[in-house]
């Protein structure tokens, strides 16, 4: 059976760097399972710098949207994150969001299939304001909606705020 470690809170909050470091207190080898498309430049080397945290301990995978089709029996796995495995069925689905909810929800039922400990980052992308936009509007609900999804299911959910850790659930 799957144990899941939820890590939410704002951008730069310390979600990766706390995730990291819980994840190698439980493994010598723990998986990284990066969900990120490279979107332009400036993300490219955000990714970049990520990667350079991670010690040779990590074994690293790259996926995009089918999670769950790695076997990760036996594993610690962060993922790292729902905002960006998100983002990618938002844009592939053309902003449908109860298409992309379903389509997430799925997959990621199907991942906690596994016998592993999962460490999942999020971002709490609707503490700000509200966006100008629809479509900014639309991702944000469907971030939320997601987010309460994963978090019902999660043993663990811990709130970073300014780099500290603090205990939800």
Request: charged share 25%; hydrophobic share 40%; glycine share 6%.
């Amino acid at each position: 059976m799957a144990q899941l470690t939820l890590i939410t809170g704002g951008q730069r909050s310390g979600k990766s760097s706390y995730a990291q470091k819980y994840a190698t207190q439980l493994s010598s080898q723990p998986i990284y399972l990066a969900t990120s498309r490279i979107w332009d430049e400036e993300h490219r080397k955000r990714i970049e710098r990520h990667k350079a945290d991670r010690d040779e301990r990590w074994v690293n995978i790259e996926e995009e949207k089918f999670i769950s089709t790695h076997n990760f029996k036996g594993k610690v796995v962060l993922i790292d994150c729902i905002t960006l495995w998100l983002t990618n069925f938002f844009f592939d689905n053309k902003s449908d969001i109860d298409l992309s909810l379903s389509q997430a929800q799925k997959e990621f039922d199907a991942l906690l299939k596994q016998d592993a400990h999962f460490i999942i980052v999020t971002n709490e992308i609707g503490l700000g304001g509200m966006p100008e936009n629809e479509i900014q509007r639309k991702f944000t609900d469907l971030q939320g909606w997601m987010n309460q999804y994963i978090a019902q299911k999660a043993n663990e959910v811990i709130l970073m705020v300014s780099g500290i850790d603090v205990k939800i659930k």
